[in-house]
């Protein structure tokens, strides 16, 4: 892959579920950088992922679910899920996050988005 410097106005919003915007920042490499807009009451469905997701919590507020254990989650606070544990979210305030995948997640793959719960 050769370097790259995205500009804001690229690519398009995505809707993987009812009240949540997303978009591709950086993907490639087996990595991906992806920008989620969250309305309030917004939930992703306890999952997990053959690979492990880090990010960053841009703003907002929520409730987390790591493997059983409710966490809250508010803007400037960083996770890190390990692949194959599962995971949820909730938000109460609008909120946006920026997640990472990595490897072994190959690219150009769409990252899987949870149906809502």
């Known amino acids: 892959m050769e370097p790259r410097i995205r500009r804001e106005a690229a690519p398009a919003w995505a809707s993987p579920a ?23 009451g917004s939930r992703f469905a306890l999952h997990a992922h053959p690979f492990p997701e ?3 919590i841009l703003s907002g507020a929520g409730i987390v679910l790591v493997d059983g254990d ?6 400037g606070d ?13 938000f109460r305030r609008t909120a946006s996050r920026s997640s990472c995948w990595t490897s072994p997640r190959p690219s150009g793959t ?3 988005f949870p149906s809502r719960r």
């Open 18 to 40: 009812p009240g949540v915007r997303v978009r591709p920042l950086v993907d490639g490499d087996g990595t991906s950088l992806m920008l989620y807009q969250i309305a309030p």
């Open 54 to 56: 880090l990010g960053l």
């Open 78 to 90: 960083s996770y890190y899920f390990p692949a194959t544990v599962r995971h949820g979210s909730s």
């Open 70 to 75: 409710e966490r809250s989650a508010v803007a």
């Open 110 to 112: 769409a990252p899987v």
